[in-house]
């Protein structure tokens, strides 16, 4: 099975050419917009029926989800901008707000969506660990959404590869030294696969780990970053701070804190 992008646009609006003071326009639709919207609205909704379910505010919750929403696409943003900063001072400055191309790090827009929607929750007085469990998995499954962007993209891709699963990239997106290689490790799709399972797994074992808040999260956490600290492993294009990967410091301090954290909020619940 060999997978080949597409292309990144999904479909081009053209206005009428006969417009005044508009003229010509076309506007091109990406298919890593569609499922970045696509990801986000469903989550919301699914969270929001979770939130009913649990006698939770569903409207405080969703207000709170949409500020972490917002603050997390800004912190993923920044997060992938810092850590390409060469790349991007040789560029005209909208390339930095270009998120249509891609480069958004789930790193940076975790620690910023806490940060935003932990603000806000914390003003109101509301419930922070019982609103993390509830949006939990379904930002599991977010993700296992959003990265077929990267797919639609040619982006995020693994070393090269010969198995039957493959995925062929087009030579503008290759690595410059690796131009002559067509195919590659598709780790959008180990990824995206990996999130659903994490997706099941949460709401495989939401009655137990709900009677602790906070452990549902936790899990979450230590699930996706064992995950992603193998697949950060096979790609070309790592964030890196010296000889280190970024994405697999992060996913190890993952890893602990939800081995340390799981069991000791579920000891505590039963104490």
Do not use: C
């Amino acid at each position: 099975m060999i997978l080949r992008s597409p292309g990144p646009i999904a479909f081009t609006l053209r206005l009428p050419p006969d417009l005044p003071l508009v003229g010509s326009l076309q506007l091109s639709i990406r298919w890593y917009g569609i499922l970045m919207a696509g990801a986000m609205a469903l989550g919301l909704w699914l969270s929001y029926r979770e939130a009913v379910r649990r006698g939770e505010n569903a409207e405080e919750m969703l207000k709170a989800a949409e500020f972490a929403i917002i603050g997390g696409l800004v912190g993923a943003r920044l997060y992938y901008v810092l850590f390409n900063l060469d790349y991007y001072q040789t560029q005209p400055w909208w390339r930095i707000v270009a998120v249509w191309e891609g480069g958004l790090a789930i790193h940076g827009g975790l620690i910023a969506g806490l940060l935003t929607g932990g603000l806000y929750v914390r003003l109101r007085h509301l419930p922070l660990l019982r609103y993390l469990d509830i949006v939990a998995p379904y930002l599991a499954l977010g993700q296992g959404i959003g990265r077929w962007g990267n797919f639609f993209n040619e982006e995020a891709f693994g070393r090269p590869t010969s198995l039957p699963w493959k995925l062929y990239i087009s030579e503008p997106h290759r690595p410059p030294n690796m131009l002559e290689v067509e195919f590659y490790h598709p780790t959008f799709l180990y990824e995206s696969l990996w999130d659903v399972g994490v997706f099941i797994l949460l709401l495989a074992g939401r009655r137990r780990l709900e009677q602790a808040p906070g452990a549902t999260f936790l899990s979450y956490l230590g699930l996706y970053s064992l995950g992603r600290f193998w697949i950060e492993g096979l790609r070309l294009d790592s964030l890196m701070l010296g000889p280190l990967r970024v994405a697999q410091v992060v996913s190890v301090l993952g890893v602990l804190i939800a081995v340390v954290g799981v069991p000791w909020l579920l000891r505590r619940r039963r104490a």
